[in-house]
Structures are given as structure tokens and as C-alpha cells.
């Protein structure tokens, strides 16, 4: 344990924490978008995976158990990426107080005020959204267990899908810096695959925007209904 807590407070430390952290969260996203998407094959198929995410793990453990285990671990994970950022921010800031006049390498300065931010944006509509369709404490009509009800009535209000969609467009950018900063932490950083580096994490970035954004566009459409 001392060696991880010696570790962590190198620069390097914090950078490989805030990449693992990131890649479960990640995981987790895509995890998150595939059970979306079986909306399209209609209520009982989309109720019966959120049902399926509560009895997980019967009869080992009790219902929500296994959900609240992973829930834990993902409150962690966050609490260790914005905290691994905030300190290399802050670090960053430390080494050289006065910014430059004409920044070095633009493309690097651009990824991450767009992560910064993108971050920022990403947990305040978190916070939303788990108020909107978790606990429905601001969804106009919110049913217990009905998800597909629940995601249906949700983005039929236009203002509350655009704000869906800009906050998973953020998510995109966020994931498509991210993504590519990690190959660079992870020292996959060589001029010959360099584009091909950049090209997976866009084709990550913009797959993950599409699936999400395909249910409140279809609900919008009155494909789903």
C-alpha cells in the first residue's frame, strides 16, 4: 500500500490512476449505451434487463446487491478521475504560473480544456439524469420498474432530448480526448501508428454519441412510443 500511495503522488502516479479509472468508466458507457438500445426491441425486453440488473447475482445475494457493489465501484472511480485531474490541473498550473504567450503544442492545450470542461458538463447532467430516470423525482410521469415508459414520456419534452444530446456530445468529446490520451500514457505513441490512434478513438467517440443519442431522436420521430 505504501508503494501505491508513493506511486500515486508521482506525476506519472496520477496520470496511470486517472487512465484505469477512465477505462472502467469507459467500460461502463458502452455498457450503459448497449442496455439502451434494447428499447428497440420493445418494453419487455428493456424492462426485463433493468430487471435483470436489480436481481443480479440471486440467489447469492439479495436484490440491488450486486448493482449497489458496482454503483461503489463506479462512485470510486469518478472520485479518483477528478481527483487525478484536478491535481495534475493544479500541478500544471504550479510548474508555470503565467501561461504562454503563444501555447506549444495547441492540438494537447485544446484536449484538455475540452476534457476539463467536458468533465464539468458530463457529472452536473449525471446528476440530472439520475434524478430524471433513477429516482424520478423531476420526470413528469415516472413508474417504478417501466423503464420504457419512464425513457419514452422522458424525451418526448424536445428541450430535455437536445439537452440529452448535448450532454452525450460532450461525453463524446470527453471520451474521444480521453481515449487518446490514454494510448499516450500507456506509451503508444509512435509517428508511424499515430493516425491510426486518433482515427479509433473518433470512430469510439462518435459510435458511442450515435447509440446514445439514437433513442430520444427515435422517441422524437415516434418510432418509439
Given at each position: ?30 455498457a ?32 440491488g446487491?450486486v ?7 463506479l ?14 490541473w ?8 503565467v ?9 494537447l ?17 449525471v ?24 425513457l ?17 456530445g ?5 471520451l ?50
Amino acid at each position: 500500500m505504501r508503494r501505491v500511495v508513493h506511486f500515486y503522488r508521482s506525476t506519472v502516479g496520477k496520470k496511470v490512476a486517472m487512465a484505469a479509472s477512465g477505462a472502467v468508466l469507459f467500460f461502463w458507457v458502452i455498457a450503459h449505451m448497449l442496455g439502451n438500445l434494447t428499447t428497440f426491441q420493445g418494453p419487455e425486453k428493456i424492462n426485463a434487463y433493468a430487471e435483470g440488473l436489480r436481481t443480479f447475482g440471486e440467489p447469492f445475494f439479495g436484490p440491488g446487491q450486486v448493482l449497489w457493489m458496482v454503483r461503489l465501484v463506479l462512485i470510486a472511480c469518478v472520485a479518483i478521475h477528478v481527483l487525478a485531474a484536478l491535481q495534475l490541473w493544479w500541478l500544471s498550473r504550479a510548474a508555470r504560473p503565467v501561461g504562454y504567450h503563444n501555447p506549444p503544442h495547441l492540438e494537447l492545450s485544446y484536449a484538455s480544456r475540452t476534457l476539463r470542461w467536458g468533465g464539468v458538463i458530463i457529472f452536473l447532467y449525471v446528476a440530472y439524469h439520475l434524478m430524471h430516470f433513477t429516482l424520478g423525482t423531476v420526470h413528469p410521469d415516472f413508474r417504478s420498474g417501466d423503464v420504457y415508459h419512464n425513457l419514452v414520456v422522458g424525451f418526448q419534452a424536445w428541450p430535455v432530448a437536445a439537452v440529452y444530446i448535448l450532454a452525450v456530445g460532450a461525453l463524446g468529446f470527453h471520451l474521444y480526448h480521453g481515449v487518446w490520451s490514454t494510448f499516450q500514457t500507456l506509451g503508444l505513441n509512435h509517428p508511424r501508428y499515430n493516425r491510426y490512434r486518433r482515427a479509433a478513438a473518433a470512430v469510439i467517440a462518435v459510435g458511442l454519441f450515435v447509440g446514445f443519442v439514437s433513442v430520444p431522436v427515435a422517441v422524437l420521430a415516434g418510432v418509439l412510443r
